[in-house]
């Protein structure tokens, strides 16, 4: 009896977790956060004086902001290695040259489009790539953030629930 009510648990908080990652996929898409007007034209310069360290990463910001505008209407997001499962991200304004650093490290990835002020740092398909082979680690969330203009402001966060396997692969 103990082992039936364990195994029914388990089931119970699984399905939650799988349950809650759905309804945040499905809230926080990235039409949703959509931006009215996309940058047209060259960026300007980068503004090496509008944020701390941005003289330190002055040839990544530089190259990645010469693509132009991929986020937000006419944001440029530049990420670089920083080591292993470790990237850091900036944001460019492709209009005035100002820079942000994001104020954490990505680990899995990210992900974002022109047209909207949606980023979503660790999105699940990232972390079940890095961690094919394994369990999810704990610190397995994904971060959903809406970009203000100035500042990312925390919509949700999701823990990655584990992996759905095929009723086919199963053994």
Same mark, same amino acid.
């Given at each position: 009896?103990?082992? *039936? !009510? @364990?195994? $029914?648990? $388990?089931? $119970? &908080?699984?399905?939650?977790? $799988?349950? !809650? =990652?759905?309804?945040?996929? @499905?809230?926080?898409? +990235?039409?949703?956060?959509?931006? !009215?007007?996309?940058?047209?034209?060259? #960026? &300007?310069? *980068?503004? /090496?004086? %509008?944020? #701390?360290?941005?003289?330190? +990463?002055?040839?990544?910001?530089? =190259?990645?902001?010469?693509?132009?505008?991929?986020?937000?209407?006419?944001?440029?997001? &530049?990420?670089?290695?920083?080591?292993?499962?470790?990237? =850091? /991200?900036?944001?460019?304004?492709?209009? @005035?040259?100002? *820079?942000? +650093?994001?104020?954490?490290?990505?680990? &899995?990835?990210?992900?974002?489009?022109?047209?909207?002020?949606? /980023?979503?740092?660790? #999105?699940?398909?990232?972390?079940?790539?890095?961690?094919?082979?394994?369990? /999810?680690?704990?610190?397995?969330?994904?971060?959903?953030?809406?970009?203000?203009?100035?500042? +990312?402001?925390?919509?949700?966060?999701?823990?990655?629930?584990?992996?759905?396997? %095929?009723?086919?692969?199963?053994?």
């Amino acid at each position: 009896m103990r082992f *039936v !009510s @364990s195994s $029914l648990t $388990l089931i $119970l &908080v699984a399905t939650t977790a $799988l349950s !809650s =990652q759905e309804s945040a996929d @499905s809230v926080h898409r +990235f039409e949703t956060y959509a931006v !009215s007007d996309t940058f047209r034209g060259k #960026p &300007v310069p *980068v503004d /090496l004086t %509008s944020a #701390p360290h941005a003289r330190r +990463f002055a040839t990544v910001l530089r =190259q990645g902001a010469a693509s132009g505008p991929n986020f937000g209407g006419h944001f440029t997001i &530049v990420t670089w290695g920083c080591g292993t499962s470790c990237e =850091q /991200l900036a944001i460019v304004d492709a209009a @005035s040259g100002r *820079v942000w +650093f994001y104020n954490r490290t990505l680990e &899995v990835g990210v992900q974002f489009c022109l047209g909207s002020a949606l /980023l979503v740092d660790g #999105p699940p398909e990232d972390w079940y790539s890095a961690w094919e082979s394994v369990r /999810l680690p704990n610190r397995a969330y994904t971060f959903y953030y809406r970009w203000t203009g100035h500042r +990312f402001e925390l919509i949700d966060s999701v823990r990655v629930p584990p992996k759905r396997r %095929s009723c086919l692969t199963c053994a």
